[in-house]
């Protein structure tokens, strides 16, 4: 019986489909999120970048004495995932590899979409991962970096959110999909729209979601779930960004009226988590 908490990360909120999956499957596993609002978006960085800045969010998880990472962003796991996992004592978990293997899983034609954002894209991560598995999808790739933004203002149910995701999806009324991949954890929040604008034929894969399975099993296959059902954790959120902005989007999106994350002061924290680092 582990009661050790489970560390997400993200750029930003998005990781918060990754964590909503999570209080749904495994309702008895504390989480402690940390998003990165202050240096959003990640998907434009350099990926040495974005591996620094993984590494930051990673030390401050670590502080809090988690039993597993989930890398809950995928510009991250396409960048940080192959540094970050062999250096740690705790398993790590990316998003990529889960949300490859279900839409290899979902798809009829072999035609299968990535949407993410333009790290993500520019890595050629999905299509590598896929590929090392079957050889005959053909994926279509393409960029979606706006949508980050609609997600984090908080409108993505707004009249321009579905302008902006019809003309981002355009580029697959040319090269038709059967399977699209969510390859970036704000995605998910659009999903309605997303769905609408490719049609109903079209698999979506959640790719977060997807990674709370692998969560899951792993607990079991290292044997540090916690099985007591009495355990009903105290959920812990924390954001570089904006609290109330972070409140808004989470309280809504996780249905907790009462959601209050805590503000980190990033400038006091890396120059202690530098020196950590070095040491
Ligand atoms: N949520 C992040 C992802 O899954 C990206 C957002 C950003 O550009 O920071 O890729």
């Known amino acids: 019986m582990n009661k050790q908490p489970i560390g997400y990360l993200d750029s930003g909120v998005g990781g918060l489909t990754v964590v909503k999956e999570a209080l749904r499957q495994l309702p008895h596993e504390k989480v402690i999120f940390i998003g990165d609002q202050a240096r959003l978006p990640y998907g434009p960085r350099p990926a040495e970048q974005v591996i620094e800045f993984t590494w930051e969010l990673t030390h ?11 890398i809950a962003c995928n510009t991250a796991t396409a960048a940080a995932l192959s540094v970050i996992r062999p250096k740690l004592n705790i398993p790590v978990v990316g998003v990529i590899l889960p949300g490859s293997r279900a839409a290899i899983k979902a798809t009829k034609t072999g035609n299968v979409g990535i949407i993410g954002t333009n790290g993500t894209i520019k ?4 299509a590598r991962t896929i590929h090392r598995k079957n050889q005959n999808i053909q994926v279509t790739s393409v960029a ?3 949508l980050v933004s609609l997600v984090e203002s908080n409108e993505y149910q707004s009249v321009i959110a579905k302008k902006v995701v019809a003309e981002t999806l355009a580029p697959y009324k040319k090269h038709p999909v059967d399977t699209l991949i969510m390859g970036c954890t704000h995605y998910p929040l659009l999903r309605p729209i997303i769905q609408n604008v490719m049609g109903d034929g079209v698999t979506l894969i959640d790719s977060g979601a997807e990674t709370v399975s692998e969560v899951s099993t792993l607990l079991d296959y290292f044997d540090i779930a916690n099985d007591d059902q009495n355990y009903h954790p105290e959920h812990e959120f924390y954001t570089t960004g904006s609290a109330q902005m972070f409140d ?26 530098s020196m950590e680092m070095e040491q």
């Open 60 to 70: 401050f998880l670590l502080k809090k004495n988690i039993k597993m990472l989930v």
């Open 144 to 146: 979606a970096p706006k």
């Open 248 to 273: 808004t989007i989470a309280g809504d999106w996780l249905g907790m009226s009462q959601m209050h994350a805590e503000k980190i002061d990033l400038k006091r924290l890396i120059p202690q988590i």
């Open 123 to 126: 890595s050629d991560a999905y």
